[in-house]
């Protein structure tokens, strides 16, 4: 895959390694999402998983099959229905409007420590999550 992202408005080029890649996730196919150098998902207003990216499925060592369609909050990483995740989650989809990034350690044995960033998409009212690992580098594959 090239470092563009196909399909884009002419004039307007977008490097996959970008921070705003989160801004255009809805019309990301689902071989440019796993081509992603960082772990992404898209979770419904109620937070079930819409959409999980390979990157995050080798992170996190569950597959995609394994998460669409559970809510991700309840069934597949409750370490996260704490109000620092879940309450700006919720927060967010009540506003429908969500655009923030913060530190978290997810309960993995060895933990996993990571920078998340929730986005809002009003287009698709859906959450999306960009998860990077902290000690691993966000560089093109």
């Known amino acids: 895959m090239s470092d563009k992202i196909a399909g884009r408005p002419a004039g307007r080029s977008f490097l996959v390694n970008q921070l705003d890649v989160i801004y255009d996730a809805d019309s990301l196919s689902d071989a440019q999402l796993d081509a992603l150098p960082f772990g992404m998902m898209q979770l419904s207003e109620t937070g079930v998983i819409l959409r999980y ?54 309960a993995f044995r060895p933990p996993r420590d990571v920078r998340v960033h929730l986005f809002y998409s009003k287009a698709t009212r859906s959450v999306w999550v960009k998860v990077s690992d902290q000690g691993r580098p966000e560089a093109p594959r």
């Open 53 to 106: 990216s390979a990157v995050e499925s080798s992170l996190s060592g569950l597959t995609a099959e394994e998460c669409l369609g559970r809510s991700f909050f309840d069934e597949i990483a409750p370490c996260t229905h704490v109000a620092e995740f879940y309450g700006r989650f919720l927060d967010g989809v009540r506003a429908a409007q969500l655009d923030t990034t913060f530190n978290f350690q997810f």
